[in-house]
């Protein structure tokens, strides 16, 4: 491939990663926190090979991290004026972990709707596109109505990704205050209350964060 | 076959026909795996294999069924799932939701583990009215879909009560669960197809 054309591509790509952005945050409701950003985008990188080509992911100080997606977020090039980053507000650790919020503009609204109808369009013969709207929907609504630490402790402890775990650093105060978080979980139903020791059992043996 | 027959199960429904130690009926799995549309991820379809590999290979399951491998679809749910669920139970929900949102292409998701069923309901209403219990599944092959005899489903339901008379626990149903295989006799006897 020529040089124009590895251009081509990656112009292409940083603007599918910015629309990507503008889908989960449409349909979170329109404000979504960093954190809750990374860890879905995520979840989304690990499930369709398209956006895997998108972003790399590291380990880091809050499991899955990719610094490409934050300086996206933050400098965004071909979708711009869509929304606003909110960084986050001193003195409290939990709006510290969270990283600040992206809000939706009146224009990033306006393109979210053309989106979701462009994809929708495309999935009816496109299973790429189809793959990519059904997982966000499924996603987004699931991962929004967690807490940070309800997400951070549900994600510290899934085996299945634990190699992105491992640098954490908030995993041992996560683990402490493991008792309320998953009562909370319980309580909203993400939790079946007769999986409670399941839950309990996964936490205890999640030695790769202790 | 149409789109709406398009049907996702754990790995349980597909091993308590291919095992001997459940009802070992592979020849009734490949009947119904010829009326609809059955669709597998990677985990679902290692479960499988692990244990009954042989017969896998020699009914051509493979061939027959639908195997997903282009996107992980047990990475979706996995940080509610792990360890909570089987694997299996979450990779299938996902692939059932796939389903779902390709308009009119679901037609059940088999899910036998009351947990697993529950936790759909709560937290993916949408597939609510997909999710089937095994034995559910098979008596609407007969009196609502009319895919499968009365006679075939007869004698499913029959190996089933023979297999949990003799201690083994087909589709994780036990002796207190023999009232329902015998409602569910009556209610295939009673239909018109």
Redesign the interface.
């Known amino acids: 491939m020529s040089r124009t054309n590895y251009q081509l591509v990656e112009d292409k790509e940083l603007k599918d990663a910015e629309l990507l952005i503008l889908l989960i945050l449409g349909k979170a409701g329109g404000r979504i926190s960093m954190l809750h950003l990374q860890k879905i985008f995520f ?1 989304l990188w ?4 398209q956006v895997r080509r998108l972003v790399d992911f590291v380990p880091h100080l809050r499991g899955p991290y990719s610094s490409d997606l934050d300086d996206i977020v933050k400098n965004p090039t071909y979708v711009v004026d869509c929304w606003e980053y909110i960084p986050p507000k001193k003195g409290s650790e939990a709006e510290r972990v969270k990283g600040g919020y992206l809000e939706i503009t009146e224009k990033g609204e306006e393109i979210y709707r053309k989106i979701v109808d462009g994809l929708n369009k495309k ?1 009816r013969g496109d ?1 790429d596109a ?2 990519l ?3 966000v ?3 987004v609504s ?1 991962y929004t109505r967690l807490e940070w630490d309800e ?1 951070l402790l ?2 510290y ?5 634990k190699e992105y775990s491992e640098k954490s650093e908030l995993s041992r105060d996560i683990i402490k205050n493991s008792g309320k978080i998953v009562d909370r979980l319980i309580k909203k ?4 209350e ?2 409670r020791e ?2 309990m ?2 936490i205890k ?1 999640a030695r790769w964060i202790m | 076959m149409n789109s709406e027959d398009s049907v996702v199960s754990d790995s349980s429904f597909y091993i308590a026909f291919l095992s001997p130690h459940e009802i070992d009926d592979p020849d009734a799995l490949v009947e119904i795996l010829k009326k609809y549309e059955f669709f597998l991820g990677k985990v679902v379809l290692g479960e499988i294999s692990e244990k009954h590999s042989n017969i896998v290979d020699n009914i051509g399951f493979k061939n027959m069924v639908k195997i997903l491998k ?11 799932g ?4 089987e694997k299996g139970e979450y990779e299938c929900m ?1 692939i059932a ?2 389903l779902y ?2 308009k009119s292409g679901l037609h059940s998701l088999i899910l036998d583990d009351k ?1 697993a069923r ?2 759909v309901n ?3 209403p949408e597939l609510s009215k997909f999710v089937r219990y095994s034995l559910r599944f098979l008596v609407n092959c007969c009196c609502s879909d009319g895919k499968l005899s009365e006679e075939k489903v007869n004698a499913i339901l029959n190996k089933v009560v023979l297999a949990i008379r003799m201690g083994k626990r087909p589709f994780n149903l036990t002796e207190r669960n023999i009232y329902v295989v015998d409602q569910l006799l009556n209610e295939v006897d009673g239909c018109q197809n």
């Open positions: 979840t690990k499930f369709h090979p999935a299973e189809l793959a709207i059904s997982a929907d499924l996603i699931l997400l549900l994600l402890t899934d085996e299945n990704i139903g993400i939790i079946p007769e999986k399941s839950l059992k996964r043996s | 282009r996107y992980d679809y047990s990475s979706l749910l996995s940080i509610f792990s360890k909570v669920f996902a939701y796939f949102r390709k947990s529950r936790w709560k937290n993916i």
